[in-house]
């Protein structure tokens, strides 16, 4: 069926077969991609395993947590040379 789908609209069976067995595989075993993406941490392995009982609004929220993580992160590591105590008793 894929390699009729393919014919049809003229695209690379190899390819989507390809993207076809990941999705399978992510849909599984989602801690198995990350393992071949060189990703060991436990902690984002255990989240991964997760990730497809959570709602689109919960993934949502989890993004935006992180992104405001490294954000913070970002603005006090740009103070060259001053010790993370110090920045926290000028802020």
Excluded at 7 to 17: A, G, S
Excluded at 34 to 41: K, N, P, Q, R, S
Excluded at 49 to 74: C, G, M, T
Aim: aromatic share 4%; with cysteine.
């Amino acid at each position: 069926m894929l390699r009729d789908l393919c014919r049809e609209l003229n695209l690379d069976f190899q390819e989507l077969e390809i993207i076809v067995v990941l999705d399978k595989l992510r849909q599984k075993h989602p801690g198995v991609l990350l393992h071949i993406a060189g990703v060991a941490e436990p902690e984002i392995i255990a989240i991964a395993r997760q990730w497809p009982s959570l709602s689109d609004d919960q993934k949502q929220h989890i993004r935006w947590l992180v992104a405001k993580f490294v954000e913070e992160n970002a603005s006090n590591s740009t103070l060259p040379g001053i010790e993370q105590t110090e920045r926290k008793k000028t802020q």
